[in-house]
């Protein structure tokens, strides 16, 4: 599969001050505001996705001569499909990240690599901050996401998207 193209490089972040916001390499349990690249995309020659949406930070690996690369799934409010991995999104972690209240799935049959911070990031604004990221995903609820992505990665099932400058 052919790396997806990434979008132009983000501006840098304003704090209302006019400073630059201090950004902090994710974690693993963090929701990013990030412009997802679907792994059917790609596949049918897309270069970028199609719109921001949050995704959940599964692996940040430190690389000496290229940063830190993320490993992050989707988090999507189109109910799964027959045979779809997902796991469901509680209200109460919804509504700490602010993310609404329609309900919503965390993916876990596809991901996509990239090197932070990345041009896909979408910053958001919160409480007059400029920010990538909404909150995390409370330990037990990460734990089924990882869970989850084991098991379709033994089943073979697992869709990479790796986004490259």
Known sequence: MKPSKP??????PKSPGGSTTSW???RPTDVLS????WHGEAEDGHEEGSKDRPVVVVVA?????????LLVV???TRPPRQGDASVEMP????????LGEE???IVTDEYNLFTWPGPDIRPIRSGGEIRPCYGSIPAKLFEQVRSKI??????GRLGETERTD
């Open 7 to 12: 979008s132009e490089p983000p501006k840098s």
């Open 24 to 26: 902090t390499i994710p």
């Open 34 to 37: 990030y412009v997802y690249l």
């Open 61 to 69: 690996i430190e690389k000496r001569e290229h940063g830190t690369q």
């Open 74 to 76: 989707p988090v999507t």
């Open 91 to 98: 209200v109460r972690v919804r509504q700490h990240l602010g």
């Open 103 to 105: 309900r919503c799935w």
């Open 150 to 155: 084991e098991e379709a990665a033994k089943a």
